[in-house]
């Protein structure tokens, strides 16, 4: 391992906004956090006189209004060397908002946001098939575990409905393919 402080060949060669990503990752892995968190108290707010279907087009408005802004503010270059794909993600992703607010109209804000967040045990089992990843014990073992606490939340909960499981369920799968297409996309796109 080498101690010294000068960046790998990899990060080097990586374009400046990669650099510039890594760099500040954790401060903006934070700042994401507090963003989603306020999005997900807002839409239950929300949701107390409107449908999902209308805050989730809202919340997409506004995340289209901020982007162009950046674009237009050359913060970000507007990339569509493969627009087929970006439609695929802005679909799913949009499927994703959708079935996530709607579980949150259903269940506590808290119990929605874990249950969206298991996306992570789905990206586990779908990257092999998506992306062609290694499988390893170890990943089998953990998602094992994973699925048998989510198995475990969902017992729990003997008041919710086979609909709410279904909707937190498939807003978890969407979020899923969403990372999954983005994990694609990021091989050419920024």
Known sequence: RST??????ERRDAPNHMRKFSENGIAMLLLSSVFFTTMSLLARHAMATLPASEVTFFRMLVGALVCGAMFAARVEALDLRRPGMLLVRGTLG???????F???SLLSAGEATLLNNTFVVFIAILSPFV?????SLKLTALVATALCGIALVIGA???????????????????????LTIRILRRDHG
């Open 4 to 9: 010294s402080c000068s960046p790998s060949p």
């Open 94 to 100: 949009g499927l994703a908002v959708f079935f996530y």
């Open 102 to 104: 709607k579980s949150i």
């Open 131 to 135: 992306l062609r990843e290694k499988v």
């Open 157 to 179: 909960d003997v008041g919710a409905s086979a609909e709410s499981q279904a909707i937190w369920l498939a807003g978890s799968l969407f979020t899923s393919l969403a990372v």
